[in-house]
């Protein structure tokens, strides 16, 4: 045990050791190191700065998108009323042409059967003048009494009957 006023020159070596390593550190590794750190934080934030930048540039594109979209659909719909409403006008032109055509159709078939019907009534009329003409010419032949006329009307209305 030795004397208790005796000093230790480990410690003040270990203390003054300390005080170099750290000013060592201070001057040649603090530094660097410290310059390192705040590259590095000024690379995260610029990362960091740009995936905003391009998240707004991609949100940006996404509503040009959409409206696109949504501009097309409703020209798509234009065109299709557009094209429906020309169908439709072009279908009822041809509805109209039609009618009026059929109406043609009939008025001449009207009219071709009225001149087929003049034609049968004027050539039954003529039949039965030539009838009545032969009528008259056998009438007159014969000289006849009642029952022969009676018997000639009946021979006369039978081929009337026959030719219609």
Do not use: C, H
């Not at 003040?12 to 410290?34: D, E, N, Y």
């Not at 540039?57 to 696109?68: F, L, P, V």
């Not at 501009?71 to 009026?100: C, D, G, P």
């Not at 059929?102 to 003048?129: N, P």
Request: proline content about 1%; overall charge negative.
């Amino acid at each position: 045990m030795g004397n208790p006023i005796q000093f230790d020159f480990t410690i003040v070596a270990t203390v003054i050791s300390f005080l170099l390593l750290v000013w060592l550190l201070s001057t040649k590794a603090w530094g660097p190191l410290m310059k390192m750190m705040e590259e590095r934080r000024t690379n995260i934030e610029s990362m960091l700065a740009q995936a905003e930048n391009e998240r707004q540039q991609a949100e940006k594109i996404k509503r040009e998108y959409q409206e696109e979209m949504r501009k097309a659909r409703q020209e798509a719909q234009e065109v299709i009323a557009k094209a429906t409403k020309v169908s439709e006008i072009r279908a009822s032109e041809i509805l109209a042409a039609s009618n009026v055509e059929a109406e043609k159709i009939k008025k001449s078939a009207l009219v071709e059967i009225q001149r087929e019907r003049d034609l049968a009534v004027a050539e039954v009329k003529a039949q039965v003048a030539d009838l009545s003409v032969l009528v008259a010419e056998k009438i007159i032949r014969q000289k006849l009494d009642m029952k022969g006329q009676g018997l000639l009307i009946e021979q006369f209305i039978q081929e009337v009957g026959e030719m219609q």
